[in-house]
């Protein structure tokens, strides 16, 4: 609706050479949930996320395999797409770099930096990582066995020298540097934005756009006498080349938003909101992309967030190609789906590297999900229903009659601060310092020692059951809705057994505004039935399951 504030976000595209795992979706999760969240809170929200299919390295991969580039791509690009269904993951587009309008886009975007003087023949000579591209010697390790790219030491490098179109990067070096100091919020966190700018102050060199003599990719549409590489027939002249898959991939973004396809919806949609990316890919996203744009005439995004790395312990990347990666669904069997995201988002800050282990996403489950808030949830149904035959009790509203209620107001503004901020391990944080608030205040009410008393005739404590039981259920309610974003396929059912109707779509759109569902006591007028209890999150018996 053209009337709602719009909110379009996006995660880098995945490269499209072997199956996913938790380490590739984690930034997906945590995209979705952003996504989610500003759904449920009534904006208009356009959510992004894809493939990356285009390079000489798939190229020589499906070969390996027997296969045309497509087919290879094609069958990586369901793994990918199985595994985002099957963590509730909900784009409004899963984008491809082999889809038509991306390569209109890719090929519209070279002819414009051309037009604008701002891409040149030159000759490249350097390393090349067939995973990554060309390589400064800057960004290289030296070891005994010889150059290694940091990001996949076990891919041995090219020395390629060849006749390539290069971007005027260092054209715009003044220009990037001032974006970066008029707008310090477009590139966090902080510390990634200092590093990127001392990057800029060392000194851009243009980048090679180009690829000669390979064939999986889009065509490269100029040729060396600066006229159309694209021949009477409509194919595309070889001796042209094919666009540098980096260059290719981060138009994307504008695709996905209707660049060159639908003008209107680019109108309302560009310039994002938001780019979700690791700190591998920071330079492209927040050096060479805003550059690509603005020779193009368009504007930067609004904001760049760059996460870290899932380590395993003592700081060991993640390598689908040593293979010592988490396999989504194996966490999914162990966790179930909400449960997965809960732990990958609560275990790994969403602004740093963190190691991670199986033992430690079990403990986080069992300690978070089964026990405190399974249990809350579990207990509160179980007792309400029990001491008073069924009926909903409605919490306290008045102002200070309330400890949970009071609590529950400074928990929601700093939780939906934290989640704005792209900080979903300190919003998780924040909403579960509640749910020990509420496990406290069970214990300090004690109900059961209150129905005692009320069955025996002690008319006080069956006003105070039914006031502490109120504010329980009124607290398992605010906290569900809450963490629906986290929590997509949970929140219905626990609303349920509270007697609530989930008013959301499965994606979190069509409801009313969240942060209106969420006022404490803002359901306490409407009378109610309880459901039956039914265990959210069960325990995880064994500290050790398997991995």
Not at 5 to 13: E, Q, S
Not at 300 to 327: Q, T, Y
Request: charged fraction near 25%.
């Amino acid at each position: 609706m053209p009337d709602r504030p719009r909110y379009y976000l996006t995660t880098a595209i995945a490269y499209a050479n072997h199956k996913p795992g938790l380490h590739t979706l984690y930034e997906v999760i945590g995209a979705d949930v952003i996504a989610r969240w500003h759904r449920l809170k009534g904006d208009d929200t356009r959510f992004l996320t894809g493939t990356d299919e285009h390079s000489v390295n798939i190229a020589i991969r499906a070969a390996e395999e027997g296969l045309e580039p497509r087919a290879f791509v094609d069958a990586r690009v369901g793994e990918f797409t199985d595994a985002e269904g099957a963590l509730g993951i909900t784009p409004d587009r899963f984008i491809r770099t082999t889809d038509p309008d991306h390569v209109a886009a890719a090929q519209e975007m070279v002819r414009r930096a051309f037009a604008n003087g701002d891409i040149y023949l030159g000759t490249y000579e350097g390393w090349y990582c067939p995973n990554e591209g060309f390589k400064a010697n800057s960004d290289l390790h030296e070891t005994a066995a010889g150059w290694q790219c940091p990001n996949h030491p076990d891919v041995p490098l090219q020395w390629l020298t060849e006749r390539n179109w290069f971007f005027r990067l260092s054209a715009y070096q003044e220009r990037l540097e001032r974006w970066f100091l008029d707008n310090p919020g477009a590139v966090q966190p902080d510390f990634r934005r200092n590093e990127m700018l001392g990057f800029i102050r060392g000194g851009l060199e243009d980048f090679s756009i180009s690829r000669a003599g390979a064939t999986w990719g889009i065509p490269f549409p100029i040729g060396e006498d600066g006229q159309t590489a694209q021949r009477e027939d409509g194919s595309w002249d070889p001796e042209a080349g094919t666009i540098y898959v980096w260059y290719d991939a981060l138009i994307n973004y504008i695709t996905g938003a209707g660049f060159l396809s639908d003008p209107d919806a680019f109108g309302r949609w560009w310039p994002a909101d938001l780019h979700v990316i690791g700190k591998d890919i920071a330079r492209f996203h927040t050096i060479f992309w805003p550059a690509m744009l603005w020779s193009a005439g368009l504007e930067a995004p609004r904001k760049v967030w760059i996460h870290g790395f899932l380590l395993l312990r003592g700081g060991e990347r993640m390598s689908k190609s040593r293979g010592n990666i988490f396999d989504p669904h194996d966490m999914i069997e162990a966790f179930g789906s909400d449960g997965t995201r809960y732990v990958a988002l609560r275990e790994v800050p969403f602004d740093r590297d963190a190691e991670v282990s199986w033992e430690a996403f079990v403990r986080r489950y069992n300690a978070d999900l089964a026990n405190d808030f399974g249990n809350l949830v579990n207990r509160t149904v179980s007792m309400a229903g029990r001491y008073l035959g069924g009926e909903r009790p409605a919490p306290r509203t008045a102002p200070g009659a309330s400890a949970l209620g009071h609590a529950w107001s400074e928990t929601l503004p700093a939780y939906a601060e934290r989640l704005e901020g792209c900080l979903l391990h300190e919003a998780l944080a924040a909403l579960w310092d509640f749910v020990g608030a509420a496990n406290r205040f069970v214990d300090g009410e004690q109900p059961w020692v209150l129905a005692k008393a009320a069955k025996a005739g002690d008319a006080e404590a069956a006003a105070r059951l039914r006031d502490a039981l109120g504010d329980l259920v009124e607290a398992c309610r605010v906290v569900g809705l809450a963490a629906a974003p986290f929590l997509p396929q949970t929140a219905p059912r626990l609303l349920a057994q509270l007697g609530h109707s989930f008013p959301y779509g499965p994606d979190g759109n069509g409801g009313p505004p969240i942060l209106d569902e969420l006022a404490w006591g803002g359901r306490a007028a409407e009378s109610g039935t309880l459901g039956f209890p039914e265990p959210l999150f069960p325990r995880l018996d064994v500290e050790s399951v398997e991995g």
